[in-house]
């Protein structure tokens, strides 16, 4: 089992940035997709983006393309979700989740993170 650490989430307001980070136990990234999801209140959890770092292919949901930014450090065996334009609507927990595959449904991702909250308000 893959051990996740999410960490960034905070207060922002609209149109402000985060960097949510995800700090996994893996002693290597390499076979592993990681991906993000959020939960808002009374919504269901949806996947957001991933990362492939069998070859660093990226995936977006339509509402975080143009605003938001994957991307990887293998040297620390974590991973990052910048977030740039934030909405009110970007308001949830956001999760980072490990997988082989980067197919953004949280069926397919059997390691979880424990969460981190993003509020966007003025």
């Known amino acids: 089992q893959v051990q996740l650490v999410e960490s960034g989430g905070g207060l922002v307001q609209p149109g402000g940035s985060l960097r949510l980070s995800c700090a996994t136990s893996?002693?290597?990234?390499?076979?592993?997709?990681i991906g993000w999801f959020r939960q808002a209140p009374g919504k269901e959890r949806e996947g957001v983006s991933c990362?492939?770092?069998?070859?660093?292919?990226?995936y977006y949901v339509d509402s975080a393309k143009g605003r938001f930014t994957i991307s990887r450090d293998n040297t620390k065996s974590t991973i990052y979700l910048q977030m740039d334009s934030l909405k009110p609507e970007d308001t949830a927990i956001y999760y980072c989740a490990a997988s082989r595959a980067c197919i953004l449904e949280d069926r397919f991702f059997p390691s979880w993170g424990q969460g981190t909250q993003v509020t966007v308000s003025s």
């Open positions: 893996l002693f290597t990234l390499d076979g592993y997709a």
């Open positions: 990362i492939d770092n069998t070859d660093g292919s990226t």
